[in-house]
């Protein structure tokens, strides 16, 4: 039987707006009246529902039960929280495909993306489950008459987790599945503009993991600054832009707080002349991100420089690729892409656009928005004749935009693929894979990709350089950087310790 796509997403819009949206502190929901702020869908333009919003008190009394709970939580066996962890992967799993249609419907993600997001952080959180019981001390070598030394390693308290709107359900669970196994309790403040699953999220963890150890509040920049400033939240992990991100490690700095910090970025893609034209000018599309998010993805390779020798072949394959992919509501499996997230995002990315015909690129796909159509649909854009100094060659677009540059120098070629304050990721795509090592080596960005790109295996360290970020995720390391390193030192007799160094 066929399905009636329209009457479909509107049924499945309606079910969404039909609950209501709270947050909880220590397990409890709040019942009292809170100022609000609506959530309005990508797509329609209309306001799911109104979500109340923390108040800085809400702040104080999520960190106590934060707290309070994390006591008890550090001292549990590492069995026991990797258990919970893996339960918390179970439920995740269970309500995937919910999950991922309030993300559809609230942040404009393709239902596909935002189904997966959801499995992908269920399989996060089994991953990390499956390290806990790597998260050990060191053992110093001994000889008779000397100290024994060793390290524990211990959790910080409560850990505050600061994400952006592009992949709400994602980056709630993903990011907290480390700092939670390693004994930690997680305040998330999810982006003011993508709340609603997240919100979603921390009712289901209240299903598995004891009260006040996962929240999630709901807030803008001052409820995440209420965070970073608070003197009982000591580890930040923070996910956003550059400019908030200089804010966060400010605001850190009077407490001295450990932060980490997964920032912004203007990636390069390097095409080289003899590569395979139409599978590297579908990867280049497929890099932008532009079938899942669209383009709203840190890693997107959105610079793309590409030889001389092929540049205008390369392009047509490009602009072949874009012209299929079809633009519509996000709920209907048909669509490849949605509109972006929020209007203000739209009009950033129309700025944008706008600054790249001024500067003298030409636009060969997209283009400035349509601002009669419903919905913050920006169509896929291609600009030719890009400059390295053009605004759209230097600042972060967040969206379906792809620059196009060319090239036929080598060092003129790297010089300009690092000439941004970022350094996220870049790609390389080349029959010549020594080649493409030594390339590797130049670029200064915290992951790159050699004939793939937007892979992110599970355990491989995500993290920028320059501008783009401090730390790595994804990977042991991540898990050790929620836990603090205290040095043991057990005198074994009397004289022992009069033979030690002083200790500065
Ligand atoms: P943003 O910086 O505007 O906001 C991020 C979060 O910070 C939001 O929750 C926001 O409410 C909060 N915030 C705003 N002001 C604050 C303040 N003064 N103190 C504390 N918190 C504050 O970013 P965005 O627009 O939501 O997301 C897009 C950006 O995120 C892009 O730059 C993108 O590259 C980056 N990003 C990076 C990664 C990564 O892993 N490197 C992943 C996804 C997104």
Redesign the pocket.
Known sequence: MAVDVAHDVTFQRQQIASRTYGFRIGGSRIQQERSTLPAVDPTTERTITDVPLATMDDVDDAVAAANEAGRAWGRLHWTERARALRAFADVIEEHAEELGRLDTVDAGLPISTAVKDAHDAAKACRYFAGLAGEVVGRAFPWSPGAPFMHTNREPYGVVGK??????PVK?AAVKSAPALVTGNSVIV?????TMLSALRLAELADEVLPPGVFTVLP???DV??A??EHPDVPRLA????????Q??MR?AATEIKHVTA????KNPLLVFPDVDIPQVARAAVNSLDLFRSPG????STSRVFVHEAIHDRFLDEVLRVVATIQVGDPLDQAMDIGPVAYEG?RDRVDELIRSGIEEGARPLAGGIPDRERTGFFVDPTVFADVEPGMRIAQE?V?GPVMSVLRWSDESSLLAAANDVPYG?TAAIWSADVGRAQVIARELQAGIVWINTASARPVGMP???YKR??VGK?GNLEDLFSYTQEKAVIVGTDARSSEDLDPVC
């Open positions: 600061i994400v952006p709107f592009n992949h980056f403040k999810p982006s003011e503009f807030g803008g920049a995440g600054a965070l970073v923070f996910t956003g832009s550059v400019a908030t991100g804010h966060v605001g997964e920032l912004g970025g709203q993805a840190c890693w995002h972060e967040f996220l995500f993290g920028g783009s970020g995720e």
